[in-house]
């Protein structure tokens, strides 16, 4: 394993740590996205030019790395949208039933010692190990 594989990872969670505390630091709330996204999608508050700050933020970051580096980073996703639209549904039910998704639970409810957030990140990590482990069993 290369130093990069090390720096790089711990690099990006300083980095998502800080951006998680200044969140809460400037706008006195979480920065889970399933809840900023509600925001956009919902009743428009008066605080939505931060959330949508926020959520461009997101792939804003990408582009300035990619462009910083000079490397290029490819996401590739089924072009399938009998995968994707009940995959979408899917991600949004399990945000509303958890009351929240893995950014706010595994980062900010995590750092605020929350037994909910606790439990929901166990849960969200106990199952992806389970479905890799049973996708590489049926590969």
């Known amino acids: 394993m290369s130093i990069e594989n090390l720096i790089l990872p711990l690099v990006g ?3 998502i740590g800080l951006g998680a ?3 809460m630091f400037s706008n006195g709330r979480l920065a889970g996205i399933s809840g900023i996204v509600d925001e956009l999608l919902g009743r428009w ?3 939505w030019p931060q959330s949508l ?3 461009a933020g997101l792939p804003a970051g990408l582009l300035l790395w990619q462009l910083l580096s000079g490397r290029s980073y490819e ?3 089924t072009h399938n949208a ?3 639209i009940p995959a979408g549904l899917l991600v949004g039910f399990g945000t509303r039933l958890g009351n929240g998704c893995t950014s706010g ?5 995590l ?3 929350s037994p909910r957030s606790l439990l929901a990140t166990g849960i969200f990590m106990a199952v992806a190990i389970a479905v890799v482990s049973l996708k590489q069993a049926l590969s």
């Open 105 to 109: 639970h595994g980062i900010c409810g």
């Open 21 to 23: 505390g200044l969140f």
């Open 13 to 15: 969670g300083v980095l």
């Open 111 to 113: 750092a605020r010692l």
């Open 53 to 55: 700050a926020f959520i």
């Open 75 to 77: 996401i590739t996703l």
């Open 45 to 47: 508050p008066a605080r």
């Open 82 to 84: 009998l995968l994707l």
